[in-house]
């Protein structure tokens, strides 16, 4: 087999959830011709080549050709590419990631302060679960960003994405239009889209589990909330907060990403509670061990983090709600991960 790798990295120190921690890694380089039959190193890698077409982005080294995704060239232009490539394309899009070192963290409902105050049978029984590491978006994909991946894809918008939309809670309530920026979270993508975006954007979407440490894990604590467990309306866009002057946006509106900065989950992720649900990639089913075990998979996947139309109870790190994959959830969003 033919196996091409030349290290590029260096090693860094890196702040996460659990402390400081060092973390080496090169960025390797690929020839293009063998992305399909070099076993992979996982993270980001380098390929080169010349520009074969501009639309869609095509790149040969002469004996193999890809197609890449979050960049412009001209013809004939050589490039050499740092990126994520997934079997099917090579993707350059970049967002600000939060690293999360390999370790254990108790999942679920810890039954303390307003955890137990909620007693949902899904969140129980709570469990230690290991992960390796990853990364995970620091804020919730954008519609700039979701712009990106429409115009380079040709996937058709999101039923969310008007500008100046009549917002729907499923009950007939149609009388709420809000204006959405770029830098707002997209609303309205079903499951599938959400993934689809992802794999575009060389990552996945995260794991249930994934999602919660990021949440809530200190170390050696889970929180209740992204911010500590004690409930306040003014820490992130909900239902609550529609006072404008103290920061809040009203109800019935997403909010831009990041607005509410001064109450981020401890490793650092904006908007883990609030502004919109988060598709996860995990089917709706019960933890191991459940007293009351359920088990819908191929029928719902989990959403997680509540929304700007959510109560108290939501915004609970340990809190799952489910949807349909195929529903293009008006209050749904989601994040990246790799």
């Known amino acids: 087999m033919n196996r091409t790798f ?26 293009i011709s063998d992305l399909h039959n ?13 520009v074969t077409s501009e639309s869609p982005l095509k790149v040969t080294d002469g004996r193999g050709e890809i197609t890449v995704t979050g960049r412009t ?29 390999a370790g254990s963290f108790l999942m679920g409902n810890s039954n303390v302060g307003n955890d137990a105050v909620y007693h949902y049978s899904s969140e129980f029984p709570q469990h230690s679960v290991y992960l390796s590491g990853y990364s995970i978006g620091k804020y919730e994909v954008t519609r700039g ?11 058709a918008q999101p039923y969310g994405w008007a500008a100046a939309q ?10 709420y239009a809000f204006t959405q920026t770029d830098n707002h979270p997209v609303v309205g ?12 954007a060389g990552g996945h979407l995260p794991t249930e589990a994934e ?6 894990w200190t170390g050696s604590y889970p929180n209740v909330y992204p911010w500590g467990d004690t409930w306040g309306d003014e820490k992130c866009n909900n239902l609550y907060d529609t006072n404008p002057a103290g920061g809040g946006y009203g109800k019935y509106q997403t909010s ?54 959510s109560y108290d109870y939501s915004f609970r790190c340990a809190y799952r709600f489910y949807g349909n994959p195929n529903y293009c959830w008006l209050i749904g969003g989601f994040r990246l991960a790799r």
């Not at 070099?38 to 010349?50: E, S």
């Not at 993508?189 to 575009?200: K, P």
């Not at 999602?211 to 809530?216: C, L, T, V």
């Not at 989950?265 to 609030?274: E, L, R, T, V």
């Open 6 to 31: 030349i290290a590029l990295g260096i090693c860094i120190l890196m702040m996460a959830a659990m402390g400081p921690a060092t973390q080496c890694w090169a960025i390797y380089g690929v020839r």
């Open 38 to 50: 070099t076993p992979l190193p996982t993270g980001k890698i380098r390929v080169w080549g010349k």
């Open 73 to 101: 060239a001209t013809l004939n232009d050589y490039l050499v590419l740092d990126g994520w490539w997934n079997g099917q394309f090579f993707s350059v899009f970049e967002s600000e990631m939060i690293y999360i070192p």
């Open 145 to 155: 960003e979701y712009r990106a991946f429409m115009t380079a894809t040709g996937r």
């Open 166 to 175: 009549d917002w729907c809670d499923g009950c007939g309530h149609c009388s």
């Open 189 to 200: 993508v079903t499951w599938y889209d959400a993934e689809a975006f992802c794999a575009w």
């Open 211 to 216: 999602w919660e440490r990021a949440a809530r």
């Open 256 to 309: 831009p990403v990041g607005s509410y900065s001064s109450y981020p989950s401890p490793s650092g992720c904006q908007d883990m509670a609030g502004n919109v649900w988060e598709w996860v990639q995990d089917w709706f089913k019960s933890y191991p061990g459940s007293s009351s075990p359920f088990d819908y998979t191929n029928s719902y996947r989990v959403l997680r983090g509540g929304s700007w139309y």
